[in-house]
């Protein structure tokens, strides 16, 4: 059985960097589109990062500030998030997509069929 778990969240200050993690279980990572999305209060799940087999793929609002890793040791999924803005604020979802490369659709939540319990990040002004 798959599980994903996400760790690292919390309360910073705009301007500031947080790393979220996902630890995943009856999946190996390197072999697996991994992805992040973001649930902001009120709004849609939406398409923050993927990682897939020699592939990276990032939201228009996030290019520059933001970067997916992964630790293939511990099989562990990361999200480096730099430059926090106050509308970064969100429930992080980890997820996994059963195929290697993420494809075409990688930013389309339909693809990926586990989801972790999400992390809560928020960025104060």
């Known amino acids: 059985q798959v599980q994903l778990i996400e760790s690292g969240g919390g309360l910073v200050q705009a301007g500031g960097s947080l790393r979220v993690s996902c630890a995943t279980s009856?999946?190996?990572?390197?072999?697996?589109?991994m992805a992040w999305f973001g649930q902001a209060p009120g709004k849609e799940r939406e398409f923050v990062a993927a990682i897939g087999w020699g592939e990276t793929y990032y939201a228009d609002s996030v290019k520059g500030r933001f970067a997916i890793s992964r630790n293939i040791a511990k099989n562990l999924v990361h999200l480096q998030m730099s430059s926090l803005k106050p509308e970064d604020t969100a429930v992080y979802y980890c997820?996994?997509?059963?195929?290697?490369?993420?494809?075409?659709?990688?930013?389309?939540?339909?693809?990926?069929?586990?989801w972790g319990q999400g992390t809560q990040v928020t960025v104060s002004s």
């Open positions: 009856g999946r190996t990572i390197t072999g697996f589109c």
């Open positions: 997820a996994t997509a059963p195929r290697a490369h993420c494809g075409s659709d990688y930013f389309i939540s339909r693809i990926y069929d586990y």
